[in-house]
């Protein structure tokens, strides 16, 4: 992709080639408003698992990882990230209570949930039910 930039000190423009990695698209990523939830999230053509995380959560330190390791074989359900801290309004429209909250989306609607640090089994288990579902 090539774009324009203006350099504002000089006033001069050149042109810059970057590149563009949506084909390979990075299948986790940071939630950082409402809006963007909406976008990525809620309008996802693949499933969406929402982890609903706080910087100072000790147990969210170690799912948020697991989970991200669980997900990176799986190239149809993606991860996202919304930290509670910054994200009130989503924190208050999806209820969440307490962190590590988990909320797996498809075609916009909650299909599942957990909450709290679980198990290896746990997290197999909603990537399988989202995973299976996609393919019927």
Known sequence: MLRMIRNPLLGQRFIRKTFSF???ANKQFVIKDHYEFDQKVI?????????FHAEWCDPCKILTPQMTK???PSEEIDL??????DNAE???TFEVKAVPAVLAFRNGVVVDKF???VDANMIESLIGKLARKKQQ
């Open 70 to 72: 669980m997900l990176e």
């Open 43 to 51: 309008n996802s053509d693949n499933p969406v698992i929402v982890n």
């Open 115 to 117: 909450i709290g640090l």
């Open 90 to 92: 989503l924190v208050q």
């Open 80 to 85: 996202a990230i919304v930290n509670v801290d």
């Open 22 to 24: 949506s084909a390979v």
